[in-house]
């Protein structure tokens, strides 16, 4: 169990190396590792790193991170995880040397939502929110000015496990620092 921002954290399938402080969290990820469901590819993986909390109700998630994405399909940002068959990543996407806005939707099938994003940014933004039964992601470069990136029905349920994400599908892993974390709760619509 790790402490943040006073909140207790868990791990599903923590990586080999990584290391928390004073609200920072620094990890490298592992090989072959990757949240996806049946989709065009054909499999299921549940092997990603995902450090997660408890939270109920209406919220807001904001993450700011920075990778050294280096192999094709590292990833990194936020998830928001119902169950095995319901859930959603969302952040960068490292796909033929470019960084990418990515959201993963999983409703037993996953889905996948990319904008190209100019440049190689250092430090990146991604905000979810939680309604009675939808999520909205956004993005932003700057911390301020956020771009919508996916609206989608997620079900309605009491509470969900949210928090960091991480996952090198192709590559021998890299290393992501998240910097910044924060959830505003939000009043039921």
Known sequence: MIHIEGREFNWMNPPHSWSEDIGKLHLKTDSETDFWRKTHYGFISETGHFLHTDQSGDFELL???SGKYTDLYDQAGLMLFLDKENWIKAGIEYVDGVQNASAVVTRDCSDWSVATIEGMPETFYIKAKRGKDYVEVSFSLDGSSFQLLRQAYFPPSP?????????SPKGAGFEVSFDHFEIKEMNQE
């Open 63 to 65: 993450l700011q991170f």
């Open 159 to 167: 509470s969900l496990q949210i928090g960091f994400m991480a996952a």
